[in-house]
C-alpha cells in the first residue's frame, strides 16, 4: 500500500527558530509536493520537486525552501519561523505521467505546525 | 491569474444525490482531478479527467467540459460518511504542478 510519512503530527516552535518538516515516500515517486492548508483557503503549493536535487518554486514559497537529497525524501524548512506560518502543513508523492494520464497525488496525514 | 471556484458549503439528505461544481482558470490543462479530506485526515484520490465527459466509479462519477473549463463531481445514494470536504484539482504548467481549490464542505443529513 502506498505510504507517505510525514516526521510529525504536532509541532510546536518559537518565532525565529528554524524548523525541519520531514517526509518520506516509499513508492519511488518521482514527484513530490510541499502544501499548506488553511481555512477557506485549499491546499496551496509551497514547493515542488520532479526529480532529486530538483526543486521548483510554488505559489507561496517566501519564508521557506526545500531539500531533496534522495528520491525518497523532501523536507521542508522554514529559515526563520514566524506566527503567520501556524498552519497545517501536507506532504505529497506522486509518479510522473504523461498527458492525459492520471497522476493522483498521495499525501501525508499532515503536520499542525504552530509557531509562538 | 490561475484559479479554482467551487461552493464553500453544501447541504443534503442521506440517500439523495448531489452536485459539487467547479470551474477553473489556469494556465495549461492536464486533467482535472478530485479529492475527498474527511476532518483530521489527509486527502485522498477519488477521480481524474482529461477527456469531455463522464466517469463514473461506484457512487461517485466526475463530468469534464474543457470548452466550458468546468467540471463537477457527483455522488449519489449520499451516505453520512460522505460528510467531508471536496477538493477540485487542475494539473497544469507543464504537467508538474496541481492547483486545487478552496474545497467544498459537504454535510450529510439523516
Known amino acids: 500500500d502506498v505510504k507517505v510519512t510525514q516526521s510529525s503530527r504536532y509541532l510546536v516552535k518559537r518565532t525565529g527558530e528554524k524548523v525541519f518538516l520531514e517526509c518520506v515516500q516509499d513508492m519511488d515517486h518521482e514527484n513530490m509536493f510541499w502544501y499548506r492548508q488553511d481555512p477557506g483557503l485549499g491546499l496551496r503549493l509551497i514547493y515542488f520537486s520532479y526529480d532529486v536535487k530538483m526543486k521548483e518554486k510554488g505559489d507561496i514559497p517566501e519564508g521557506y525552501s526545500v531539500s531533496r537529497e534522495k528520491k525518497e525524501r523532501f523536507s521542508l524548512i522554514l529559515e526563520s519561523a514566524s506566527t503567520n506560518q501556524t498552519s497545517m502543513y501536507l506532504c505529497a508523492s506522486s509518479p510522473f505521467r504523461g498527458k492525459g494520464e492520471n497522476q493522483p497525488q498521495h499525501f501525508g496525514d499532515g503536520t499542525r505546525l504552530s509557531i509562538l | 491569474g490561475q484559479s479554482l471556484e467551487q461552493p464553500s458549503e453544501v447541504t443534503a439528505v442521506e440517500g439523495a444525490i448531489v452536485q459539487i461544481n467547479c470551474t477553473y482558470q489556469?494556465?495549461?490543462?492536464?486533467?482535472l482531478s478530485w479529492y475527498q479530506q474527511h476532518d483530521g485526515g489527509a486527502p485522498t484520490f477519488l477521480s481524474y479527467?482529461?477527456?469531455?465527459g463522464l466517469e463514473e466509479t461506484g457512487r461517485f462519477s466526475s463530468f469534464l467540459s474543457r470548452s466550458d473549463s468546468y467540471g463537477y463531481l457527483l455522488l449519489q445514494e449520499l451516505q453520512m460518511k460522505d460528510s467531508a470536504s471536496y477538493f477540485c484539482a487542475v494539473r497544469t504548467a507543464g504537467g508538474f504542478k496541481t492547483i486545487f481549490g478552496a474545497g467544498t464542505r459537504l454535510f450529510v443529513k439523516a
Open positions: 489556469t494556465s495549461g490543462f492536464y486533467g
Open positions: 479527467n482529461a477527456l469531455d
